[in-house]
């Protein structure tokens, strides 16, 4: 079973960065994608970029493509998301996910609030 952990939200101002962790407990096999998606209040779920654990390879969603990037470090089981020049629309909970690459992702963490001020 794999548990992640999210932390590294807070409150910023337009313009700012902020950088996102996931602590994965579990084992995390080659196969597996890890992501991060997004939620504000009335709206879907986000998807926001997500990365393949064993090449390394990364997708991003549009509205964060060239301000967002995902990372992890394997030997430490953690995946990062750096977020930079920060709009109010980026507010939103985050959550980190994990699944099987080209399939559901099945973990979920708690999710970590990120508001951006204008």
């Known amino acids: 079973q794999v548990q992640l952990v999210e932390s590294g939200g807070g409150l910023v101002q337009a313009g700012d960065s902020l950088r996102l962790s996931c602590a994965a407990s579990?084992?995390?096999?080659?196969?597996?994608?890890m992501g991060w998606f997004r939620q504000a209040p009335g709206k879907e779920r986000e998807f926001v970029a997500g990365?393949?654990?064993?090449?390394?390879?990364?997708t991003y969603g549009d509205p964060v493509k060239g301000r967002f990037t995902i990372s992890r470090d394997s030997a430490k089981n953690m995946v990062f998301l750096q977020m930079n020049s920060l709009k109010p629309e980026d507010t939103a909970i985050y959550y980190c996910?994990?699944?099987?690459?080209?399939?559901?992702?099945?973990?979920w963490g708690q999710g970590t609030q990120v508001t951006v001020s204008s």
């Open positions: 996910a994990a699944g099987e690459a080209g399939g559901a992702y099945k973990h």
């Open positions: 990365i393949k654990w064993g090449f390394g390879t990364t």
């Open positions: 579990g084992r995390i096999f080659s196969n597996y994608a």
